[in-house]
């Protein structure tokens, strides 16, 4: 099975549990979730949101916290899944902004415009598609987020440039991904990234810096905002076969969530 279909099936089954009102991270296809997604919203934000939409919380970070959005501005949320974060951003630029959501697995936009029905926010369109070739026109954007959805591609560089066709002149680009400090040897690195769910696997920090400066973004930033522990991964690790202690020197650090920044040029030359 082809990375794209394994994602879609993965989240498309993780929807349907929700559905049913079971927390994603009980599902056996994500045993490898807490800690990576606890704790990511505040008591305020969960207050706001249908609860569906925290249920379908799936990222490792909390991209709509660490970003500026301004009333007016238009936002893209890449892998949308459940809808939280459009539904966060919608309300932050006002009924004179939007918040687009895509995403690729049928499930998860059914669940995304039931939330949204249930939050009653207008502002928001969910778009099916691929985050490798999104379907809105050119210098469209204001702002592009994403919650630990880019490492999942296959074709990251297509991922950044389809980012930044979209924004405008200005655009900004912040995005919560899985990122990898420094090197891990391969065997050990698939491990830990199963651990994270992380199907496609997560850039190494200076390979995803200069990615992102290859596709033409500048500012480019990353600011660590969870290190994942060993320890926090013992029990996984030691059912799938591994060593713990034997690697624990290699990996201790190593495996991170990281707030991204990149922001497009005023002026951009062909």
Not at 43 to 66: F, M, R, W, Y
Request: net charge negative; proline share 4%.
């Amino acid at each position: 099975m082809d990375t794209t279909s394994a994602v879609k099936d993965k989240y498309g089954a993780l929807a349907r549990a929700v559905k049913q009102n079971e927390p994603a991270c009980c599902d056996p296809l994500m045993q490898c979730c807490d800690p990576i997604t606890r704790n990511l919203y505040s008591s305020d934000q969960h207050g706001i949101l249908p609860e569906k939409a925290v249920l379908a919380s799936l990222g490792c970070g909390n991209p709509t916290a660490l970003i500026d959005l301004r009333p007016g501005e238009t936002v893209l949320d890449l892998g949308s899944g459940g809808g939280i974060d459009v539904l966060l951003s919608a309300q932050r630029v006002g009924p004179t902004g939007k918040a687009y959501g895509l995403d690729m697995t049928d499930e998860m936009l059914e669940l995304a415009r039931e939330n949204q029905q249930k939050a009653g926010v207008t502002n928001v369109e969910f778009l099916k598609g691929h985050i490798e070739a999104i379907p809105l026109p050119d210098a469209s954007v204001d702002v592009i987020i994403s919650n630990c959805v880019i490492n999942l591609s296959s074709d990251k560089d297509r991922v950044l440039r389809e980012a930044f066709r979209v924004l405008k002149p200005g655009g900004r680009l912040a995005v919560s991904d899985v990122v990898v400090r420094g090197h891990v040897p391969d065997e050990i690195r698939q491990s830990m990234l199963l651990w994270v769910g992380c199907i496609a696997g997560a850039l190494e920090e200076q390979e995803y810096r200069g990615k992102l400066a290859a596709a033409g973004f500048t500012g480019i930033d990353l600011e660590i905002t969870r290190v994942y522990r060993i320890e926090d991964a013992r029990h996984f690790l030691t059912e799938a076969g591994v060593d713990v202690d034997s690697i624990a020197s290699q990996v201790e650090d190593k495996f991170v969530s990281a707030f991204v920044r990149a922001t497009k040029p005023t002026e951009v030359h062909a």
